[in-house]
């Protein structure tokens, strides 16, 4: 079965520190997908990132970036220079690809507070 | 687009009473997905559908549930009796054929 384990209920940091994500999942297949989304205080789902099992490339976006690792299992998000904005729950998922549709595992979010 | 609309945005019923949650998908995806976010389940995938097929409705929790996708631009999921226990964010999300899922604002329930 597939798992995503995020161990860090909650984050606080002071704006403009560095912040990093932990994301660890389980699966047996061979092919899969790893997503990132936010959910700020407003509720809506907001997709950060998708990353496919064959492309273990680390990913720079603006302050964000993301670090793919096979070996350990590991889809870690850091956010570099962090601001209050940033603060949201956030949600690692893994995706089984299913009769043609993604079916999304998720984790149970990591609560993260950007105090000014 | 204006991307995945839902509706209502919240929702206040009465234990028993029939609820209709609805979606709209984004043009063109033909995926679609209805999820339920609890505080102590996360987030749950209940069912989903490709080409408007229903393929996966194991994550259902009872029958007093079900959804429908009559047409590739509108869904609907129901909870008929609802319970307190029903009580969460609802949802739906659609993606193309092997891309990114988008979600809604979700529908907050509130069954009393």
């Known amino acids: 079965a597939q798992k995503v384990t995020q161990a860090q209920t909650e984050i606080s940091v002071v704006e403009k520190e560095d912040v990093t994500l932990d994301c660890v999942y389980e699966t047996r297949d061979t092919t899969y997908y790893l997503f990132w989304y936010k959910q700020p205080p407003s509720g809506e789902l907001v997709f950060l990132i998708r990353?496919?099992?064959?492309?273990?490339q680390n990913e720079i976006s603006g302050r964000y970036s993301w670090n793919f690792q096979k070996s350990t299992s590991s889809f870690n998000f850091t956010i570099t220079a962090s601001q209050v904005v940033d603060s949201a729950v956030y949600f690692c998922a893994l995706s089984e690809h299913s009769q043609g549709a993604q079916k999304l595992v998720f984790g149970q979010g990591t609560r993260l507070t950007i105090n000014p | 687009d204006a991307g995945v609309i839902q509706s209502p945005r919240h929702e206040v019923t009465e234990m028993g009473q029939e609820v209709t949650l609805r979606c709209k998908p984004i043009?063109?995806?033909?995926?679609l997905f209805w999820y339920r976010q609890t505080m102590m389940r996360g987030l749950e995938l209940l069912i989903y559908f490709n080409n408007n097929v229903p393929i996966d409705d194991s994550g259902m929790p009872e029958d007093r549930f079900s959804a429908k996708m009559p047409n590739a631009s509108f869904s609907t999921l129901k909870i008929q009796p609802s319970e307190p226990r029903d009580s969460a964010v609802y949802f739906c999300?659609?993606?193309?054929?092997?891309?990114?899922?988008?979600f809604g604002q979700g529908t907050r329930l509130t069954v009393v």
């Open positions: 990353r496919n099992s064959f492309d273990e």
């Open positions: 043009s063109g995806h033909n995926s």
């Open positions: 999300a659609s993606s193309p054929q092997t891309g990114d899922a988008f």
